[in-house]
C-alpha cells in the first residue's frame, strides 16, 4: 500500500517570502502521478499541481513549482513571492496509474503574515 | 466549471440515527467519491463509484454505505451514528481516468454526533 507523509503541520511565513513544503511517499510502483491540493479557510479543494512520475522535468504552475527526486520518493512545493492568498491547508497526494484512488497526506497549515 | 455541490454545510445529527449526506455533481462525471477529513491524518477514502449503481471500498468503508442511482448523485449513509464518525466529509466527482482528470470537490460538511 502506498503513504503519503507531510511531516510540517504546520508553517508560516511573511508576504513575499519563499516557502518549501514537504513531502515524501513509499511505493513500490514505478508509474505513478504526484499533486499537491489546496484547501483554502473556505474549505472546496482546488489542484495546485501535478506532476508524472516519469517526467524527470519538475512541473512549474505560475508561483508554485515542485522539486521531484523519485530516487527519494520527494515531492516537495515551493511557493515563490507568496501572497496573502496562499494562506491554506496544503496537502500531498499520490496516484497509482490507472487507479482512482487518491492517497493523502496529512496536510500542512500555512499561513502567510503580512 | 465544474460545481460539486454538497447539500449541507453543517448537520448535527444523535448517536443511532441514519445519516444521508447527499452530493451532486453538474458535469456528467462517471467517477465519484466520498472522503472524510480529520486533523493530523488528511483525507481518507470512505467510498468511490465509478458508475450508476457501482461503487467500491475505499480504505475507512466500515460504518459506512454509499447509494448512487443516478449518475450526477452520491449519497453516503451512515447506518447507526457514532461518535467517531464526528468529522468533516468531502464529495469529489472525476471525469474518466487518466492524469489529466483532476479530482473536483464540494465545500465539505462538517457533521457533528452527539
Known amino acids: 500500500a502506498q503513504t503519503v507523509t507531510q511531516s510540517q503541520p504546520e508553517m508560516s511565513v511573511q508576504e513575499a517570502e519563499t516557502v518549501t513544503l514537504s513531502c515524501t511517499y513509499d511505493?513500490?510502483?514505478?508509474?505513478?502521478?504526484l499533486f499537491w491540493y489546496k484547501q483554502p479557510p473556505s474549505r472546496q479543494m482546488i489542484l495546485v499541481i501535478r506532476?508524472?512520475?516519469?517526467?524527470?522535468q519538475n512541473a512549474t504552475e505560475n508561483r508554485f513549482s515542485v522539486n521531484f527526486q523519485k530516487a527519494a520518493k520527494s515531492f516537495s512545493l515551493k511557493i515563490s513571492d507568496s501572497q496573502l492568498g496562499d494562506t491554506a491547508m496544503y496537502f500531498c497526494?499520490?496516484?497509482?496509474?490507472?487507479?482512482?484512488?487518491?492517497?493523502f497526506g496529512q496536510g500542512t497549515r500555512l499561513t502567510i503574515n503580512p | 466549471d465544474v460545481k460539486v455541490t454538497q447539500s449541507s454545510r453543517y448537520l448535527v445529527k444523535r448517536t443511532g440515527e441514519k445519516v444521508f449526506l447527499e452530493c451532486v455533481q453538474d458535469?456528467?462525471?462517471?467517477?465519484m467519491f466520498w472522503y472524510r477529513q480529520d486533523p493530523g491524518l488528511g483525507l481518507r477514502l470512505i467510498y468511490f463509484?465509478?458508475?450508476?449503481?457501482?461503487?467500491e471500498k475505499g480504505d475507512i468503508p466500515e460504518g459506512y454505505s454509499v447509494s448512487r442511482e443516478k449518475k450526477e448523485r452520491f449519497s453516503l449513509i451512515l447506518e447507526s451514528a457514532s461518535t467517531n464518525q464526528t468529522s468533516m466529509y468531502l464529495c469529489?466527482?472525476?471525469?474518466?481516468?487518466?492524469?489529466?482528470?483532476?479530482?473536483?470537490f464540494g465545500d465539505g460538511t462538517r457533521l457533528s454526533i452527539l
Open positions: 469529489a466527482s472525476r471525469l474518466g481516468q487518466g492524469y489529466n482528470q483532476p479530482q473536483h
Open positions: 511505493t513500490s510502483e514505478n508509474n505513478y502521478y
Open positions: 506532476q508524472e512520475a516519469y517526467k524527470q
Open positions: 497526494a499520490f496516484m497509482k496509474h490507472g487507479a482512482q484512488k487518491l492517497v
Open positions: 458535469m456528467d462525471h462517471e467517477n
Open positions: 463509484s465509478y458508475d450508476v449503481k457501482m461503487k
